[in-house]
């Protein structure tokens, strides 16, 4: 018997505790012993739930409990969990959570603490996909070149429908919140944040790269408009938000961010909740995993997965799948203002003489070279015209500054939006 306790019975924590009862004789068959759940935390014991497990809303009861052999976190939120997670730990728990905020902050910590005991996360990255198993054993003979993926559920599901149903942003976030793929806090979702929380796990495991979000380059989808949309559409382009981990030299360069990405290339073909994940190694080449990134039973199918293994093993693996430090590979990572990439760029302008000599003439002095402008018509009424622009390879803080400048222009009425062109 395996007894675990559960802090959190949401949309996870309901969906673990039901497939435990309604899957139990293959789960029993494949953990080769039963898994009981003995008890779960909840904050507020008067909400309405559907499982039939004893509830309490003190945590410690669980943390505390010496019958307890693993404790699973579906809470969410980074410093409570963590000092939950780290009980469990002093007191020679095993643990298993989904709970990506918490790592992408504490994961060394973590690693350290819990030395030899079962620590599993494969639900915090991509949901269902099993990405980690497939990075810490799948791939682990391989130098991970690089990884590319479309790693939150959420934006996923409403840049798909922006893009082919022309829906509202807001309408649309709210059905991704209602379908339980969003966050607690749902500008993680938008922003970019949980996708980099997801980069950073995974980039742990590939590179022993220790960076916290701050580090990284993260923007969100909340720019993305109807206008954008409508240039993706003409020129054959989808709009994903990628999350990118690449090698160059002994650097590795860490991204979140919304791409204009040719609709033929394999990722620009995963829609709606899915996810998708390519990684390069240098042995295997490329491999692609696809599969549910969000939602209940999704995300319950991995924690069990890892409930499973312990089960079995009992022991725990290196937590992010390195025995030793990786310093030997004398990996660092590279500041944001070196990454390169192509842009599409986005500006509101008045539609008098001169104007694209102007910005043109910012282009010129921080060596930006155009590749292709379009002019939309002028709004009669405002006099304002969208310029779109897309470029050719440069530097992260050229264009940065050319935007600062082009901002600053008496004939540019705000700041231009800017998408980067993934190829
Ligand atoms: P959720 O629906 O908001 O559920 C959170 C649960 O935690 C609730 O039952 C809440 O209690 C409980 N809780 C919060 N603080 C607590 C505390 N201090 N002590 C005891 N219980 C506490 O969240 P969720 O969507 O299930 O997500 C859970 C975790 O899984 C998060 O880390 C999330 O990032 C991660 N995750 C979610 C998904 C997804 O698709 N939803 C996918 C992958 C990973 P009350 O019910 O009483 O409020
Ligand atoms: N909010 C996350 C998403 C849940 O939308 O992908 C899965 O981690």
Redesign the pocket.
């Known amino acids: 018997m395996l007894n675990i306790g559960i802090?959190?019975?949401?949309?996870?924590?309901?969906?673990v505790i039901k497939i435990l009862k309604e899957n139990r004789d293959i789960i029993s068959a494949r953990a080769g012993k039963e898994i009981r759940v003995l008890k779960a935390?909840?904050?507020?014991?008067s909400?309405k739930?559907d499982v039939d497990v004893p509830l309490t809303?003190?945590?410690d009861e669980i943390l505390d409990d010496p019958s307890i052999d693993v404790v699973v976190?579906?809470?969410?939120?980074i410093e409570?969990?963590y000092r939950?997670v780290s009980k469990a730990l002093k007191n020679g728990k095993g643990v298993v959570?989904?709970?990506?905020?918490?790592l992408a902050y504490h994961r060394y910590e973590l690693q350290n603490l819990a030395k030899d005991l079962p620590f599993g996360f494969e639900?915090?990255v991509a949901?269902g996909i099993p990405i980690i198993n497939a990075l810490k054993v799948g791939l682990s003979a391989n130098h991970i070149e690089s990884l590319k993926g479309i790693m939150n559920?959420t934006c996923n599901f409403i840049l798909t429908k922006m893009m082919n149903e022309g829906s509202d942003f807001k309408e649309t976030l709210k059905e991704a919140q209602d379908l339980?793929?969003?966050?607690?806090d749902p500008t993680?979702d938008i922003g970019g944040f949980?996708a980099a929380h997801k980069l950073l796990i995974l980039a742990s495991i590939a590179y022993g790269i220790d960076a916290k979000p701050e580090d990284i380059l993260i923007e969100g989808i909340e720019n993305i408009n109807a206008e954008d949309i409508a240039f993706a559409k003409e020129f054959n382009y989808s709009i994903k938000l990628l999350a990118i981990a690449k090698k160059v030299d002994h650097k590795v360069e860490l991204r979140v961010h919304p791409v204009l990405i040719k609709k033929d290339q394999m990722i620009a073909k995963v829609d709606g909740v899915m996810n998708g994940i390519s990684v390069i190694g240098d042995r295997v080449g490329e491999t692609m995993y696809y599969g549910p990134?969000?939602?209940?039973d999704?995300?319950a199918s991995?924690v069990i997965s890892d409930l499973i293994e312990i089960a079995r093993v009992g022991k725990g693996s290196p937590m992010l799948g390195f025995k030793r430090a990786m310093e030997s590979s004398n990996l660092t990572l590279m500041p944001r203002s070196e990454i390169i990439s192509k842009y599409y760029l986005r500006m509101c302008v008045y539609d008098r003489p001169g104007v694209l000599a102007s910005i043109a003439k910012v282009f010129e002095k921080y060596d930006i070279s155009i590749n292709a402008v379009l002019q939309r018509p002028t709004n009669e009424e405002s006099q304002k015209a969208s310029l779109l622009f897309s470029t050719h390879l440069c530097k992260e803080e050229m264009i940065q500054k050319a935007l600062d400048e082009i901002e600053s222009l008496e004939s540019v009425s705000s700041r231009p939006a800017m998408i980067r062109i993934e190829e």
Request: net charge negative; no cysteine.
């Open positions: 802090i959190g019975v949401g949309t996870v924590g309901e969906s935390a909840v904050r507020d014991l909400k739930r809303d003190n945590a976190e579906l809470m969410g939120g409570e969990a939950i959570t989904a709970n990506k905020a918490l639900a915090s949901g559920g339980g793929y969003a966050e607690a993680f949980d990134g969000a939602g209940g999704a995300t991995a």
